[in-house]
């Protein structure tokens, strides 16, 4: 299967990232990295993370780390990565 990043997953991310690297650019870099090595994981085991509490759509899934939410849809022959959320933000 596919990765595919929506735009929206994308910017927030940078913009979550570069606010790290404000303070400390060496655990931004890491965060970064810890987080795309889990993201490449998932086309392996798509339905490992629990089921988005956001849709009713078993498709949709959340994949937790440090605090953050990754919501990802599961498609036949792709992952299509769209929502990085904190706490209770919606995904869109």
Do not use: C
Not at 1 to 13: A, N, P
Not at 17 to 33: G, L, T
Not at 50 to 72: A, H, P
């Amino acid at each position: 299967m596919k990765i595919v990043f929506k735009d929206t997953f994308v910017s927030r991310l940078e913009n979550q990232i570069d606010f790290i690297a404000q303070n400390n650019p060496i655990n931004a870099r890491k965060f970064k990295n810890e987080l795309f090595n889990l993201i490449k994981e998932i086309p392996f085991y798509p339905r490992k993370h629990r089921k988005s509490i956001w849709y009713d759509n078993e498709d949709i899934r959340d994949l937790i780390f440090k605090g953050y939410t990754i919501v990802y849809r599961i498609n036949k022959t792709t992952i299509e990565i769209f929502g990085f959320v904190k706490y209770q933000q919606s995904p869109d």
